[in-house]
């Protein structure tokens, strides 16, 4: 039986992908971080581990401890936790900090999974078990963007990846061929809402991968959670890009969308 460490940040990732892993015979041993992952976590591993933000040293050991060689991190932990003081408390998180030529996601996610690989830890692919949730290309609800739209989510598509090139984020909001607002470490959801009550109902969301994405981390992700944000600031269309984008409950996300008269394309 394959035993697999997950790291779980917040939202319904870490459960999806537990659930998808234990139906392939795997052991999970979650560790989870107080104020980001979800209770209910403990129902759906075989082992959970509860520690702050920040406390990477901490995790070491447990990896350690449990003699895991196979480690996944799912579900999003704030980019502003590098700005949590708590940080400064632990050895391994201050030397990652320090010895990183800056403080890009991608740049400090590379640096702790080298540091597993020297202790014979190996970071899997996030999507791993997960591929069924893999979008395809084409419209995904019952509305059809207008022409007007597509207008603006291939303007969109251009300045996201723009942004996603260059590690600033993955999403960008538009409306009427204009960014209204550009994905920084608030995250995606914070990025709508704040666009939303910039310039009101009608914005255009698109997000994308990075180029270089690594499928070990940071994979874009939308669910139901993004669906009831959207609906919120009356948003016209989410566009996703297809086959490197993960959509949480596919059949949740769809309906829900369709009942806010959402509509959702793959590009």
Avoid at 109 to 119: D, P, Y
Avoid at 142 to 154: M, N, Y
Wanted: aromatic residues 4%; proline residues 3%; contains cysteine.
């Amino acid at each position: 039986m394959d035993k697999i460490a997950l790291i779980a940040g917040s939202g319904r990732f870490p459960i999806v992908f537990a659930q998808a892993a234990r139906k392939n015979g795997c052991k999970i041993i979650a560790i989870a971080i107080n104020g980001q992952t979800r209770k209910e976590i403990a129902d759906y591993v075989d082992k959970v581990y509860w520690v702050d933000i920040g406390q990477i040293g901490r995790m070491f050991q447990i990896l350690l401890l449990e003699r895991l060689k196979k480690v996944v991190l799912a579900g999003k932990i704030p980019k502003a936790a590098i700005f949590n003081r708590a940080i400064e408390k632990d050895d391994e998180a201050r030397s990652i900090l320090e010895n990183t030529k800056d403080r890009k996601t991608g740049t400090l996610l590379k640096e702790a999974a080298g540091r597993l690989g020297k202790i014979g830890i190996v970071l899997m692919d996030s999507t791993s078990y997960l591929k069924d949730h893999m979008v395809k290309e084409g419209v995904l609800t019952k509305l059809i963007p207008d022409e007007r739209t597509w207008q603006d989510i291939r303007f969109g598509e251009s300045a996201a990846k723009e942004i996603a090139r260059l590690d600033i984020g993955q999403t960008v909001v538009v409306k009427d061929k204009d960014i209204i607002a550009v994905e920084g470490v608030e995250g995606t959801n914070e990025t709508i809402k704040r666009a939303g009550s910039l310039v009101g109902p009608g914005i255009i969301v698109v997000k994308v991968a990075r180029p270089d994405q690594d499928m070990r981390f940071d994979v874009p992700i939308i669910g139901a959670e993004t669906v009831e944000v959207l609906n919120e600031v009356r948003a016209k269309a989410l566009a996703i890009e297809a086959e490197r984008t993960l959509i949480i409950d596919p059949e949740d996300v769809i309906t829900r969308a369709d009942k806010a008269g959402l509509a959702i394309a793959a590009v």
